[in-house]
């Protein structure tokens, strides 16, 4: 109601709202549930009722159920009446979405039914019926068109059909996450260049209570052009855009002969009729009182760089866990390396933009900030500082052992000291020798590292004793830092492993990647190590190029003359590799033959074919015996197209024959006949 308001309040004659606005689109199974659609229909009546809606054009989203169908819809309301429900008609069901498991979509195209109103809607409205199904509604000086989501991105989207039947206005209600280098512009500049009209896309802004982001950026668009564009990220509740649009202009851009034969002969809508302009130029009006009202100007689209939304993106999904959980903060084990640096930073980030809003006055922010940091009532605390803030909700500690280096030590205390967390550094050896003695004892024998004569066995039980201590310490100090300082309340625990680490299962199960949420975990070591160097520069942290500097270590074993613990090492292939493995099964779909196949000439120049086998080989086989990770992994903000996360966007057994023989023994046979490229271009 809020966003109608502003709308009308800027002159605005029709406004749209994201997909599912009223429940939310990460309802999931809660959409089968009768209530879900019935509570629906009561906000949507309290709307109607509250008469915001007169004299303005509301396109509004929400469930429906017709003939005992659920379908996703927009509800078309006017004047305290509704005009159309526009099912939709094409469903979004791969990746993060599963719209057919809740949801049935309309196939009667061009055609409508009538929809018997439930009684708490015709109450309000003294209506019956209405029209159900693919129409358009027809003011007095334009036609507007109804497109849902994923309908913009199908080979044959409705609004080329509707376009063609003279629909001058598309509304697309969006709710699209962030992913990289996603742009919805590029399809709406292309499509409207040639079809002529003017396009609506609103889009959800922020977290509906999942691993999902959803960015915002709403947009209008004019023939192709860009005329308004709201912000990316943002800590609004409610944003609003607007622009003053020139029907006359999509009608010179469709004046073209080809379009015109087209557009003869196309098939018809039905339309619903409402006596009501858009436009300011009513037939009553003097003609002078419509001449030089300007009309938006195109502008520069503006979307932000990878780096960017790494900074952005997750800082605002863990301001919006962080006020609707109503805990009192977060807690970070930093363990002085890039990952852990990364969790801090952003959250850093977030206590920046929360910074940022209160120094604009907003008031919601301002009085989440005081809430969980515990201020009386009617305290006038603001919260303009972030370092200020940062130290009273972000909790940060180095928990050392005697593998720990002196360097990740001074590290930890010195990223902490940039940002303003409160920071504890600890010694846990006490712990780990308490574990080992205890085994000892029971079973008679001491397992040692494998740098004393341990075989690979102990060697590995060794390092994962101090990995899942330090989750147990990080709940324990989670749980009572706030009663430490004086507080009430509890901090959720933030975890730090990075996609291509759990893509390749390089983490102990139940250890510090056990955590609340993580903000980093559909984020690849790359792009991470690039957001570190950009936050340098950007957030003046200095300390950070030091980080980038070291060598990426667990330190879980013992330091030796002649030995440091590398993660790369440990784990036989680079990050580098990881993500272009990554992307080759996720996106391109690759088993472990196509993979090979397709290295072979990306790699082909500095690996041999017998080279690459070996690498994606031993990919696969890390990836399949440590798959049962992933069902246990910690929710974590959705970034990276080829993230494994078990529980919705990638589903695969995680019980595998990890030596692939088939797959294995075929990649063998083509690596031993293919010529080594490699040599040759190393010779040259």
């Not at 008031?363 to 940091?373: E, F, G, K, P, S």
């Not at 903000?637 to 966007?649: K, L, Q, T, V």
Request: with cysteine; proline share 5%.
């Amino acid at each position: 109601m809020e966003s109608i308001k502003i709308a009308k309040e800027r002159g605005a004659t029709l406004r749209v709202g994201p997909e599912l606005e009223i429940p939310g689109y990460g309802c999931y199974d809660h959409f089968l549930e009768g209530d879900t659609v019935l509570h629906s229909w009561e906000v949507l009546s309290k709307i109607i009722s509250s008469e915001i809606t007169n004299g303005i054009v509301c396109d509004i989203g929400m469930p429906a159920i017709h003939k005992n169908v659920i379908y996703n819809c927009r509800i078309i309301i006017h004047d305290g009446k509704i005009l159309l429900i526009r099912p939709k008609m094409w469903m979004a069901n791969d990746g993060n979405y599963r719209e057919l498991r809740y949801f049935t979509p309309w196939a009667k195209h061009r055609q409508w039914e009538d929809h018997y109103l439930p009684r708490v809607i015709q109450a309000v409205t003294g209506q019956a019926k209405v029209p159900f199904g693919d129409a358009v509604i027809s003011t007095t000086d334009t036609c507007i068109g109804v497109e849902l989501c994923e309908e913009l991105f199908t080979p044959a989207s409705p609004h080329i059909l509707m376009g063609l039947d003279g629909v001058e206005v598309f509304t697309n209600s969006k709710k699209p996450l962030r992913r990289y280098g996603f742009q919805p512009n590029q399809k709406l500049q292309f499509t409207l260049y040639k079809l002529g009209g003017i396009y609506l896309y609103a889009n959800q802004q922020g977290c509906d209570g999942d691993r999902l982001y959803y960015d915002g950026c709403a947009m209008i668009a004019v023939n192709g052009q860009l005329v308004s564009q709201g912000t990316q990220f943002s800590l609004r509740d409610v944003e609003v855009v607007t622009a003053t649009i020139d029907l006359e202009d999509v009608r010179a851009q469709r004046a073209k002969s080809s379009r015109s034969m087209q557009a003869a002969e196309a098939e018809r809508y039905h339309r619903v009729e409402v006596p009501f302009a858009l436009s300011s130029g009513a037939l009553d009006e003097r003609e002078e009182a419509i001449v030089g009202l300007a009309g938006t100007k195109p502008i520069d689209v503006r979307f932000h760089t990878p780096q960017e939304e790494i900074a952005l993106g997750p800082a605002c999904w863990l301001w919006d866990y962080l006020r609707r959980s109503r805990v009192q903060g977060y807690f970070v084990p930093l363990s002085g390396g890039v990952d852990s640096c990364a969790t801090a930073v952003i959250v850093f980030s977030m206590c920046r933009l929360v910074a940022e809003a209160a120094r604009r006055g907003d008031q919601q922010v301002i009085q989440d900030a005081r809430r969980m940091t515990g201020e009386p009532e009617g305290s006038t605390y603001i919260p303009e500082d972030p370092k200020e803030f940062c130290n009273r909700i972000f909790h940060t500690c180095y928990m050392g052992t005697e593998n720990s280096s002196a360097e990740t030590r001074g590290r930890a205390k010195e990223l902490a000291e940039a940002i303003g967390s409160y920071h504890v550094d600890l010694n846990m050896d006490s712990l780990v020798t308490a574990v080992r003695t205890l085994f000892s004892v029971v079973t008679g024998k001491s397992p040692q590292f494998r740098s004393n004569g341990g075989s690979n066995a102990e060697n590995l039980a060794l390092q994962n004793i101090q990995a899942r201590l330090r989750m147990v310490i990080a709940y324990m100090f989670a749980q009572l830092l706030p009663w430490v300082r004086g507080k009430y309340g509890g901090l959720l625990v933030l975890g730090s492993a990075n996609v291509d680490e759990s893509l390749r299962g390089y983490l102990t199960k139940y250890d510090c990647s056990a955590a609340d949420i993580n903000p980093i975990g559909g984020i690849s070591k790359t792009d991470l190590k690039k957001f570190i160097a950009y936050a340098e520069a950007a957030f003046d942290l200095p300390i950070l190029r030091s980080f980038l500097d070291a060598v990426p270590t667990a330190e879980l074993e013992p330091i030796t003359e002649t030995y440091v613990q590398s993660d790369e090492a440990d784990m036989g292939m680079t990050y580098d590799e990881l993500s272009a493995f990554g992307r080759l099964r996720k996106v391109d779909k690759c088993g472990p033959y196509s993979m090979f196949t397709k290295l072979v000439h990306e790699w082909g120049s500095f690996l041999s074919p017998i080279q690459i086998a070996e690498k994606v080989k031993l990919f696969f086989f890390e990836h399949a015996r440590n798959r049962h990770k992933m069902t246990t992994l910690t929710p974590a903000y959705h970034a990276e197209s080829y993230s494994p996360d078990d529980n919705r966007f990638d589903l695969r057994p995680f019980l595998y024959n990890a030596r692939f023989p088939w797959q294995f023994k075929k990649i063998d046979a083509a690596a031993a006949k293919l010529p080594d490229r490699s040599k040759d271009i190393k010779n040259d």
